[in-house]
């Protein structure tokens, strides 16, 4: 090794074997693994080697990558402090999902990669692509990408499709149109009754006394919530009905805990329910299984990943409804779910089977 400098680096490493600073004997001892470095060094510089025009060496580097321990890449691929450009390296050097996974999670991976990444994926790795909201709201050609992609499975071009008109059409629909701002927390009251008017059907022969929603603490010490709690207190069923499906934010929140599942549901059917508020509802343990359910079977909401999360974790949510959402987790939240002791035996078996599969895939 004396033909090393005293100090190495992962950077100043390859820059010595793109400029032929090192003959080649040296460069296949690098690719075997034998240079003292820094784990996430060592990991960069044998990712640049599996790309090498040499064959010995660049399958040599596969085979010392593949034994370095896969908690140590998926570290180094998480790890938002690396270089842009070592990073860059890992991306095109594995096709590991867990990895990838990581990798396209990283803030620190280019946009640009991503999409080249995305233009090519298998299925496994552009469901991976197509969940991460954050980084297509940056990046809208990685929905372009997907798209061009020979492979891309109707599932994920379903859910590019969506994306594309949740967050770009629409909003440049809505911008042409340039609306009057609405004030969220404000009831819409001329809003038409028709579309709950099964529900105002049945609210006629329920009882009035029924147990009223519990307040959170945080809502006992605001004003306007303990007013708007106390007018839903004297409200007859087909009143808080009506106030559940017109109601501003405020009502909304509180209407949703409400016992009678006739009020919950004239909530769930709110034309001013936003993607947030649905993920929050779906995390609450202290509302009906029946908002929850409605929650997995309206294709809108079921379609976003954070809303699929949230539902599975809940431990309130039906055994039937989290099932079938399982599949759709990515290898991270089912490891995690897998191993919650707060959710049913039927769903982390699921889970844990699900896991192993895939893992096996992998």
Same mark, same amino acid.
């Given at each position: ?44 510089? #044998? ?5 090498? /025009? $040499? @064959?010995?060496? =660049?399958?040599? &580097?596969?085979?010392?990558? !593949?034994? *370095? ?33 990581? #990798? ?5 991976? /280019? $946009? @640009?990669?991503? =999409?080249?990444? &995305?233009?090519?994926?298998? !299925?496994? *790795? ?45 909003? =440049?629909?809505? &911008?042409?149109?340039?609306? !009057?701002? *609405? ?180």
């Amino acid at each position: 090794m004396s033909d090393f400098p005293a100090e190495l680096s992962g950077a100043g490493i390859i820059e010595r074997i793109e400029s032929d600073q090192y003959p080649r004997e040296i460069v296949e001892t690098i690719a075997r693994g034998f240079l003292p470095l820094p784990q996430d060094d060592l990991i960069a510089v #044998l990712a640049f080697l599996t790309n090498s /025009p $040499d @064959a010995a060496i =660049a399958a040599a &580097a596969k085979t010392s990558l !593949a034994d *370095v321990p896969s908690r140590s890449i998926h570290a180094f691929a998480s790890n938002e402090s690396a270089p842009a450009e070592h990073l860059a390296l890992l991306m095109r050097a594995t096709d590991d999902p867990f990895i990838l996974e990581a #990798l396209i999670r990283n803030r620190a991976l /280019p $946009d @640009a990669l991503v =999409a080249e990444v &995305a233009a090519v994926a298998d !299925a496994a *790795v552009q469901e991976i692509v197509v969940i991460n909201q954050a980084r297509i709201l940056r990046a809208p050609e990685i929905l372009e990408a997907l798209l061009s992609n020979p492979t891309v499975t109707a599932d994920v071009r379903r859910r590019v499709m969506e994306t594309r008109e949740e967050f770009f059409e629409k909003k =440049a629909r809505i &911008a042409a149109a340039e609306p !009057a701002e *609405v004030d969220e927390d404000e009831p819409m009251l001329t809003l038409s009754e028709e579309p709950i008017a099964d529900l105002l059907e049945k609210a006629v022969a329920e009882p009035d006394d029924a147990q009223p929603p519990a307040l959170m603490e945080s809502e006992k010490t605001d004003e306007k919530k303990l007013s708007i709690f106390s007018q839903i207190l004297v409200m007859s069923v087909s009143d808080k009905v009506k106030l559940a499906f017109k109601g501003g934010k405020t009502e909304r929140m509180i209407l949703v805990r409400d016992h009678n599942r006739l009020v919950c549901s004239a909530v769930m059917r709110n034309p001013r329910m936003s993607e947030l508020e649905v993920e929050s509802i779906a995390g609450m343990r202290n509302i009906s299984e029946e908002v929850l359910r409605l929650i997995g079977m309206k294709r809108d909401w079921a379609s976003k990943y954070n809303i699929v999360v949230t539902l599975a974790r809940n431990p309130k949510c039906p055994v039937g409804v989290v099932l079938p959402l399982i599949n759709r987790l990515t290898l991270r939240d089912l490891k995690g779910l897998k191993d919650d002791k707060g959710v049913s035996e039927t769903v982390r078996s699921l889970a844990r089977k699900t896991y192993v599969q895939r893992s096996h895939k992998a």
